[in-house]
Structures are given as C-alpha cells and as structure tokens.
C-alpha cells in the first residue's frame, strides 16, 4: 500500500507541470465516527459519538472536458470516534488519496463544484485510549480489535470556488471497507466522517 499511494503521489507531482491542471491547498475541521459490530462479547452493531479531527493537504483538478474535471490529491485525514457509555476513543491518522469526477459549472462570478468518487487511504497512526494503557490500533498485534492500515470507501464534496481561487466546502467520507484484521464472528469496523473545508486553487482554467 505504501508504494502505491507513493506512486500516485509521484503521477500527482508530475501532473502539475500540465498547464491546465489547477492544483491548491485545502484544510478544515472533520468530524467522524465508527461503526462497528460484534466489537466485544453482545456488543452487536454500534456507532460511536463524534470525534473531531483535520482534513488538509493538497488538491489536482485535471480537465477533462469543458466544466468536467478529474479531482484527486493527497491528504491527511483524521478519523475515529467515541464510546457512548465510556471515555474510552479511537484516534485514528490517514493518508488519504482521492479520485473524484467532478462537475464545476459557472454559478455567478465562481464555479460551483460537484464531487463524488472512491479513495483509497494508508494508516499512518492508530490509538485507543480510555482507562488503561494506549494500544497501538495498527501495530498491537494481541489486539482483538486490530485494524488493517488499509481503508477505501466513497468521497463526496460540494462546493463553491471564486473567480480569485477561493475554495468552500463541505466533504463526507463513507468507508465501504471493514478495517478490522481479525474478522472472526462477523467483526467488523468502518469509518464514516464529514467536514468542512476552505483552501484556495492556483493556475489552470
């Protein structure tokens, strides 16, 4: 997984040097959960309350067609969530590569931007934290819940970007992947977020 996002990271940088490309930044906060099933003995399927986290990185609009764009880049994405009866959380780092068709028409002096498309993304870091000691979510292998590193679902955006490169969002993010290793008993977990975002675009059309 590591060398495909970094490959996709080296067609990302070599694609900047097309002049039609518009690339930018964008940052904002995000807000996640997870829902899981047969976590713990009984459990059965549950949704943990919200977790806020950072969504920021970088952004590559590739043209393809007059107001149609192919959106991709790469960012760090926080996710994770809450337990409803505990303090106990999962904090959960991602490097997040998504591929997006989008519709930009012109909306009064800006383009409206609609966005819908699979990432794929690599852990970077994982902890569960309550009242015991840290565990490691990616690493601890004697860990019931354990997750894969691995993670992919649907990304979803809408926005508006001004004339002078000015970029408003709002972002979700569905996991479609179950992240635990261990899958016995039907176990499973998968991330659900959303957010919102400014950033500002340069170059391109």
């Known amino acids: 997984m590591k060398k495909v996002l970094l490959s996709a990271a080296a067609l990302l940088i070599a694609g ?4 039609q490309a518009k690339w930018g930044i964008v940052a904002g906060p995000q807000f996640s959960s997870v829902t899981t099933k047969n976590a713990g003995l009984s459990s059965g399927k549950e949704t943990s309350k919200i977790l806020t986290g950072v969504r920021a990185g970088f952004t590559v609009d590739l043209p393809l067609a007059d107001e149609f764009y192919i959106g991709t880049g790469l960012l760090y994405s926080g996710k994770g969530g809450k337990s409803k009866t505990t303090d106990d959380k999962i904090s959960l780092s991602y490097l997040q590569l998504p591929v997006n068709f989008m519709f ?5 002096n800006g383009r409206m931007v609609l966005a819908v498309g ?3 993304s690599y852990g970077l870091s994982g902890k569960y934290k309550g009242s015991g000691p840290e565990l490691n979510a990616f690493d601890d292998e004697a860990l019931v819940g354990k997750l894969k590193r691995f993670d992919a679902g649907a990304d979803i955006q809408i926005g508006y970007e001004t004339l002078m ?3 408003f969002g709002l972002n979700a993010d ?3 992947v179950n992240a635990y290793d261990n899958t016995a008993n039907d176990r499973s977990f998968k991330n659900t977020s959303f957010g919102v975002s400014v950033g500002y675009k340069f170059g391109g059309r």
Do not use: C, N
């Not at 900047?16 to 002049?19: A, H, I, N, W």
């Open 16 to 19: 900047l040097t097309f002049g």
């Open 165 to 167: 490169g000015i970029y």
């Open 118 to 120: 699979p990432y794929v």
């Open 104 to 108: 930009k028409p012109e909306v009064g």
């Open 174 to 176: 569905l996991g479609l």
